[in-house]
């Protein structure tokens, strides 16, 4: 038979092992891009044209060099130009969460744009700083509405973890690409891996749905 389900329950606790440092490095990366993601969104509508400028540009180049192209340069060229060097989970949460906060950067400065100016105009009237009314009245007010975004920002995160393997980060493709090496199963590890993907990904889905409709609902309560 093609599946052996006996290397399959041997299989299985190997792979659950790989499954918490994966969600990891998904939660720390996305963390780290919607916190980078709104500096870019803020310094984007900064009233200094360098920063404008400066700020644009490294969201474009970013955006347009490929993720894994990145992460070597993060885990292998870095460390030779500077005296710092970085862990393969370290350097996997800077690159998925730089890459992709220029992308949050862009859901979030459109959602700023979308709030009515008078939001602005009272928060001047009100003689209120820079700062307070980033925190107390834009932001608060921009990020409901884009829940749904981030929340699939978030599973795609998930689902370039295993871009990681390429610099030797522990996750779940990589723990399968092991276990094929030693036992020279293929069909089963990969299909495994699969479908922990799948639900995984389901279940992230399912309960950005919930947090959707709960602020949706929050304004008739």
Same mark, same amino acid.
Do not use: A, N, W, Y
């Given at each position: 038979m093609l599946w052996n389900w006996d290397y399959v329950e041997e299989l299985m606790p190997i792979l659950m092992k790989a499954i918490p440092a994966t969600l990891l490095a998904t939660v720390c990366g996305f963390a780290l891009a919607a916190i980078v993601g709104m500096v870019f969104a803020m310094a984007i509508r900064s009233r200094s044209a360098?920063? !404008?400028? &400066?700020?644009?540009?490294?969201?474009?180049?970013? !955006?347009? &060099?490929?993720?894994l192209v990145q992460l070597f340069f993060l885990f292998y060229s870095l460390p030779m130009l500077t005296p710092f060097g970085m862990t393969a989970f370290v350097t996997g949460v800077i690159g998925l969460g730089l890459h992709y906060a220029t992308y949050l950067s862009e859901v979030y400065r459109s959602s700023i744009d979308a709030l009515p100016k008078g939001q602005w105009e009272a928060a001047t009237a009100l003689n209120l700083s820079k700062t307070k009314t980033w925190f107390s009245i834009v932001i608060p007010q921009a990020i409901p509405p884009i829940i749904p975004i981030m929340g699939n920002y978030l599973i795609v995160i998930f689902k370039e973890t295993p871009t990681l393997s390429a610099i030797t980060f522990i996750e779940l493709l990589l723990r399968a690409k092991n276990e094929v090496s030693k036992s020279y199963h293929v069909f089963e590890p990969y299909t495994i891996v699969g479908i922990i993907f799948i639900v995984i990904s389901l279940l992230m889905s399912f309960g950005i749905s919930r947090l959707e409709r709960r602020y949706l609902q929050r304004p008739s309560a």
């Open positions: 360098i920063v !404008r400028r &400066t700020t644009k540009g490294i969201v474009d180049f970013i !955006r347009k &060099t490929p993720l």
